[in-house]
């Protein structure tokens, strides 16, 4: 039996709903200020630092988001950490509450396909989590103009501009993740537990298991070791084997955006530095081409677990 209309008719209602719904809602707003505070904290540490080198630094308002504290991390480490949690918070119960609810055959017996609920309860929580970020981003500047008072230049807007976009691919990916536990178990309880176990695994266990697993597949060079380097083809792997981490993509692409002088992500050998002038910054178009595969990265695993999602939505039986 053929579907009459567009499959992504109903878009636009669900869409509205769910962003209402998320932006008024506790677990939000509890998410947000755990965010927001957090940050303030390391924003507040980065600018007591930053105050006296405001004549000497031609990207000052790029190192707010850099500076590492000795109490506290960087920003951009500590929404590393937490944006995922505001993705897995949005979207662990999307589907599987409308089943305990017993609404979601009342919903789809309404002229929307699955297509269309899916597609609308993901972008209404992305939105959501975006704005959130747009206004944190908005925050960081204005409290650097306030703080600082060193106008940011064209260059160090479109950088941290970029920084935002690609913030916004790396919260799309654990909000896939979360749909997709949603979408498989019934429970939320059992959806937020196993999505923040993959969270805690990627994030904090894999950077210790990727160089070990490196050591085994190409084991270190005694040669290398004797002269107190690391052998190449051993950090090749542990670099590759890390990259299976969102966290670590998501890293690895700030570094590139926010901090020009960054020429390379990884081990750096003689040729790249041939014709190199230490210390001097890149072009925005050359610091954007080196974080574009790690941006890559992060779109396609968005896309593969939205897929994912997809499917195990549309072969799932749906009883009122």
């Keep these: 039996m053929r579907r009459e209309g567009s499959p992504f008719q109903g878009v636009g209602t669900v869409f509205v709903k769910e962003l209402s719904d998320h932006i008024s809602s506790v677990r939000m707003l509890m998410l947000e200020l755990l965010v927001v505070l957090t940050a ?3 924003l507040y540490e980065a600018i007591d630092s930053l105050r006296q080198n405001t004549a000497e630094d031609p990207f000052l308002l790029l190192r707010l988001f850099t500076v590492n504290q000795a ?3 960087s920003f951009v480490a500590i929404l590393g950490f937490l ?4 993705a897995i918070g949005l979207g662990f119960d999307a589907i599987n509450s409308e089943h305990n609810r017993r609404t979601l055959s009342r919903i789809l017996a309404q002229p929307i396909y699955r297509d269309a609920l899916l597609m609308g309860k993901y972008l209404g929580a992305l939105a959501t989590i975006a704005i959130s970020l747009a206004a944190l981003w908005l925050l960081v500047i204005g409290l650097g103009l306030i703080f600082l008072g060193v106008p940011p230049g064209g260059e160090e807007v479109a950088r941290s501009l970029a920084f935002l976009v690609i913030a916004i691919f790396y919260a799309g ?9 949603s979408i498989l178990f019934r429970s939320p309880a059992t959806a937020a537990l196993v999505a923040l176990g ?8 894999w950077p210790m298991l990727a160089p070990a ?25 542990a670099q590759n084997l890390s990259r299976l981490s969102p966290n670590y993509l998501f890293g690895e692409a700030m570094t590139a955006v926010l901090s020009p002088t960054t020429r390379a992500l990884g081990p750096v050998f003689l040729e790249q530095l041939r014709g190199a002038v230490m210390g001097a910054p890149l ?13 890559v990265g992060l779109i396609a ?3 593969v677990l939205f897929v994912a999602g997809y499917v195990l939505f549309q072969r799932q039986e749906v009883r009122a």
Excluded at 198 to 205: E, G, K, R, Y
């Design 40 to 42: 303030l904290a390391a």
């Design 71 to 73: 109490q506290l991390p």
């Design 83 to 86: 944006i995922p949690l505001m």
């Design 173 to 181: 990916v654990w909000l896939s993740l979360a749909m997709v536990f």
């Design 198 to 205: 993959i969270w805690l695994l990627l994030t904090v266990l």
């Design 213 to 237: 697993l490196a050591q085994i597949i190409a084991p270190p060079d005694p040669r290398y070791a004797a002269l107190g380097l690391d052998t190449p083809d051993t950090s090749i792997w």
């Design 283 to 295: 072009p925005f178009s050359e610091s954007l081409s080196i974080a574009w595969p790690q941006t």
């Design 301 to 303: 695993g968005t896309i």
